[in-house]
């Protein structure tokens, strides 16, 4: 795949992997494969079903009835190229810029994602802006978990 998961993301997702590995031999059962696909995919906005994470256990089957964290990472690696593509990360940045002036303010990086990022994490996103203004490229490189 052209995409890769950061370290960190792999570090996230391992630790992810092995709250659903109670007997920590690093394989799932199908069940637990399921369960944890679907709050994975929860998590990063791709909600499914108690049906699909089952298809999707399924689909990636090799009969053993174990799957592997490779497995693991090739269904969520998917899931959150679905996720993250520009057309999906253009309606959330329209969703921001409400005046529609092309750009995000400050106050509106704190309003929308106060939650999840630290008051600094905020500034040096609108340090590293080429014009001081957060345009839908800074959005998309600061959300984007993909490596380019």
């Keep these: 795949m052209a995409k890769e998961l950061t370290d960190e993301h792999v570090a996230l997702l391992k630790m992810m992997?092995?709250?659903?590995?109670?007997?920590?031999?690093?394989k799932l059962d199908a069940s637990d494969f399921a369960r944890a696909v679907r709050t994975v995919c929860v998590s990063i906005g791709q909600p499914i079903t108690e049906n699909g994470?089952?298809?999707i256990a399924q689909e990636y089957s090799d009969g053993t009835g174990l799957f592997g964290f490779d497995k693991f990472i090739a269904v969520i690696t998917a899931k959150m190229v679905q996720a993250y593509t520009t057309v999906?990360?253009?309606?959330?940045?329209?969703g921001m810029d409400?005046?529609?002036?092309?750009?995000?303010?400050?106050?509106?990086?704190?309003?929308?994602?106060?939650d999840r990022l630290t008051e600094d994490e905020i500034q040096e996103?609108?340090?590293?802006?080429?014009?001081?203004?957060?345009?839908?490229d800074d959005f998309y490189k600061l959300m984007n978990p993909f490596k380019n």
Aim: glycine share 6%.
């Design 125 to 136: 996103a609108f340090q590293n802006c080429t014009d001081g203004k957060f345009k839908f």
């Design 17 to 26: 992997f092995t709250e659903f590995d109670q007997d920590l031999d690093d």
């Design 88 to 94: 999906e990360m253009r309606k959330i940045y329209r």
């Design 98 to 114: 409400r005046d529609a002036k092309g750009f995000i303010t400050v106050d509106e990086m704190r309003q929308n994602f106060g």
């Design 53 to 55: 994470s089952k298809a």
